[in-house]
């Protein structure tokens, strides 16, 4: 079993490798269909299994159009992780949509729109005196 060290290393590694095919290497229409990016790998302690998180920009059609070209695109993703990463064994390679983004840009509106209904202070009130 690999030290956390070494699977930092690895993850990152895998994250810079996908995100250069995603932009470069993956021929798939379906892939292009929204803005792909890498957000995160997490990777198993014995590097055997790595689930890449993406985060897709687009309609919710370009997003499922995205989602499936990635995960029909998984072989090959793994073949090239192995001749660009030098590992005994290349992991097996499973993406995810991360849902992060957009959660955090619901909760900036939210809090948007609390700061909106709540009354400006009265600045004729003071109670510092």
């Given at each position: 079993m690999a030290n956390s060290r070494r699977?930092?290393?690895?993850?990152?590694?895998?994250?810079?490798?996908?995100s250069q095919m995603l932009l470069f290497d993956i021929k798939d229409d379906r892939v292009g269909a929204g803005m792909v990016s890498v957000t995160d790998v997490d990777l198993s302690g014995d590097l055997q299994h790595a689930k890449i998180f993406v985060s897709i920009y687009g309609t919710e059609e370009a997003k499922v159009e995205t989602m499936e070209g990635l995960k029909s695109s998984e072989g090959y993703v793994r073949k090239e992780l192995a001749q660009r990463i030098r590992l005994r064994r290349a992991p097996e390679v499973r993406f995810f949509e991360d849902?992060?983004?957009e959660r955090g840009d619901k909760m900036l509106h939210l809090l948007n729109e609390i700061r909106e209904?709540?009354?400006p202070e009265d600045e004729s009130y003071n109670t510092e005196d």
């Amino acid at each position: 079993m690999a030290n956390s060290r070494r699977v930092s290393r690895v993850s990152s590694l895998i994250k810079r490798e996908v995100s250069q095919m995603l932009l470069f290497d993956i021929k798939d229409d379906r892939v292009g269909a929204g803005m792909v990016s890498v957000t995160d790998v997490d990777l198993s302690g014995d590097l055997q299994h790595a689930k890449i998180f993406v985060s897709i920009y687009g309609t919710e059609e370009a997003k499922v159009e995205t989602m499936e070209g990635l995960k029909s695109s998984e072989g090959y993703v793994r073949k090239e992780l192995a001749q660009r990463i030098r590992l005994r064994r290349a992991p097996e390679v499973r993406f995810f949509e991360d849902h992060g983004i957009e959660r955090g840009d619901k909760m900036l509106h939210l809090l948007n729109e609390i700061r909106e209904t709540i009354p400006p202070e009265d600045e004729s009130y003071n109670t510092e005196d």
